[in-house]
């Protein structure tokens, strides 16, 4: 894990440490930063709560709901909480959509993206938010939507 994850998920660990459903809660958000939960997060994250490895494999594993494997190299996660809501997240996924030609909850046929849609991603001050690969993309307008997924592309050569 490299020191960046380890921040966010130090974030996420300061947020859920000793409340109640901690591990569902905090795995929910790492899936939200990171658009599947990674194992070496997710063990680091487990150890840091006090739970222990067995335990966080039986609740991955329960709920279908949790991508253990990355559903495409970049994965995109729209925030359509509340806040999020309320200042324009549908916008920005349409243009999203629109921009890579594929819906929500799909890979764009290079494997490269995969959009997926959450409820609160923790940062509600920063709405409407979008995460690329656990980095943060704040205060989102459709018309920023291009140069950021271009900018990733550039990563691939494209
Ligand atoms: S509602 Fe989007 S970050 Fe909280």
């Not at 939200?32 to 067995?54: H, I, K, N, R, T």
């Not at 764009?108 to 940062?123: A, P, S």
Request: hydrophobic letters at 35%; proline letters at 4%; glycine letters at 12%.
């Amino acid at each position: 894990m490299n020191e960046e994850n380890k921040e966010k998920v130090d974030a996420i660990i300061r947020k859920w440490n000793g409340k109640r459903g901690a591990l569902i809660m905090a795995l929910h958000e790492l899936q939200g930063q990171f658009g599947y939960v990674p194992w070496d997060e997710a063990l680091y994250l487990g150890q840091s709560l006090g739970v222990p490895m067995a335990k966080i494999y039986e609740c991955l594993t329960f709920y279908n709901y949790f991508k253990v494997k990355a559903p495409g190299k970049y994965v995109i996660s729209i925030c359509d909480g509340t806040a999020c809501h309320i200042k324009g997240a549908t916008g920005v996924l349409e243009e999203l959509e629109k921009e890579l030609g594929v819906p929500a909850g799909t890979t764009t046929d290079d494997g490269l993206f995969y959009i997926q849609v959450v409820r609160c991603l923790g940062c509600c001050g920063l709405a409407p938010v979008m995460v690329i690969n656990g980095t943060t993309y704040g205060k989102m307008t459709p018309d920023k939507v291009k140069s950021i997924i271009n900018e990733w592309r550039a990563k691939e050569g494209k």
